[in-house]
């Protein structure tokens, strides 16, 4: 079982930058890690996707070109650079973890473990 742990989250303005941090440990198991967010009322939905190995990413078209999913394999760390935020991107922000090996081709049911959150704020 792979341990998340997000922290980064905040307020922020509109039009301004946010990095969260996603740490990683027991991370044999893990070869895709994934942030996805989740806003009150809706349903959680993916952001972007990262393999460990390779470092291919894939992102959502609401957040592509917006921001940047990286890893430092070393320190077992993944991030997500916002940047441009809008209102709409407020959400808590989850990173997941899965044994699948293309960030493309992981649905987000095959991401088994999570991270407890970090919320962000985007203020108009």
């Known amino acids: 079982q792979v341990q998340l742990v997000e922290s980064g989250g905040g307020v922020v303005q509109a039009g301004g930058s946010l990095s969260l941090s996603c740490a990683a440990s027991?991370?044999?198991?893990?070869?895709?890690m994934g942030w996805f967010r989740q806003a009150p009322g809706k349903e959680r939905e993916f952001v972007a996707a990262i393999s460990w190995t390779e470092g291919r990413t894939y992102y959502a078209n609401s957040v592509k070109g917006r921001s940047t999913i990286s890893r430092d394999n070393a320190k077992n760390v993944v991030y997500l650079q916002m940047n441009s935020l809008k209102p709409e991107d407020t959400a808590v922000y989850y990173c997941?973890?899965?044994?699948?090996?293309?960030?493309?081709?992981?649905?987000?049911?095959?991401?088994?473990?999570w991270g407890q959150g970090t919320q962000v704020t985007v203020s108009s």
């Open positions: 997941a973890s899965s044994p699948r090996r293309n960030p493309e081709m992981t649905p987000s049911t095959a991401f088994n473990s």
């Open positions: 027991g991370r044999t198991f893990s070869n895709v």
